[in-house]
T-cell receptor
Framework: AQTVTQSQPEMSVQEAETVTLSCTYD???????LFWYKQPPSRQMILVIR??????QNATENRFSVNFQKAAKSFSLKISDSQLGDTAMYFC?????????????FGQGTILTVHP | GAGVSQSPSNKVTEKGKDVELRCDPI?????LYWYRQSLGQGLEFLIY????????KSGLPSDRFSAERTGGSVSTLTIQRTQQEDSAVYLC???????????FGPGTRLTVT
């Protein structure tokens, strides 16, 4: 079974600063995907970024980037130039690859507050 | 275009009653997923549909939970004889070309009193 652990229940950052959210996972699979989802107060989960385990290059999406350390089974999210709209709960998630469907296994979440 | 919609947005029910939660996926999306978000268990997978069939029901917590999907579109999650531990936000997601981009709805918050 796969597990995903987010050890930071809450984080805060000043607007325009940089913040890093931590995530570790455990799996015996070699083919898998990792995700960061954002859940604002509206409750709607939004995909922030995705990383394929077979890719060594870290994924980036505008102000969002990841630090993927496969050997350490670590997958952190860095948010640069934080904005008030980044305030949300962030979930790290895992999906086994090579299957026709995608069951997501989520971490416990980190509440991020961006202060003006 | 329209995203995933779920109804009702909020539902309060008495313990022992049955409830039905509805999910309308994005038009054309063949895959549909149900997840549950609760304080005690976090976010957990419940069931997956490909078309009208459900190849993976492994996440359904008990036989009080069932789900169906008709016409490859709308899905209904039914909880019979609700218990207080069923209180949670029930999220639905859909995807089209493979599972890597799941689009989530706003969820239904279920409160069992």
């Amino acid at each position: 079974a796969q597990t995903v652990t987010q050890s930071q229940p809450e984080m805060s950052v000043q607007e325009a600063e940089t913040v890093t959210l931590s995530c570790t996972y455990d799996t015996s699979e070699n083919n898998y995907y990792l995700f960061w989802y954002k859940q604002p107060p509206s409750r709607q989960m939004i995909l922030v970024i995705r990383q394929e385990a077979y890719k060594q290059q870290n994924a980036t999406e505008n102000r969002f980037s990841v630090n993927f350390q496969k050997a350490a089974k670590s997958f952190s999210l860095k948010i640069s130039d934080s904005q008030l709209g980044d305030t949300a709960m962030y979930f790290c998630a895992f999906m086994i690859g090579g299957t026709s469907y995608g069951k997501l296994t989520f971490g416990q979440g980190t509440i991020l507050t961006v202060h003006p | 275009g329209a995203g995933v919609s779920q109804s009702p947005s909020n539902k309060v029910t008495e313990k022992g009653k049955d409830v039905e939660l509805r999910c309308d996926p994005i038009s054309g999306h063949t895959a549909l997923y149900w997840y549950r978000q609760s304080l005690g268990q976090g976010l957990e997978f419940l069931i997956y549909f490909q078309g009208n069939s459900a190849p993976d029901k492994s996440g359904l917590p008990s036989d009080r939970f069932s789900a169906e999907r008709t016409g490859g579109s709308v899905s209904t999650l039914t909880i019979q004889r609700t218990q207080q531990e069923d209180s949670a936000v029930y999220l639905c997601a859909s995807s089209s070309n493979g599972p890597l981009e799941q689009y989530f709805g706003p969820g239904t918050r279920l409160t069992v009193t």
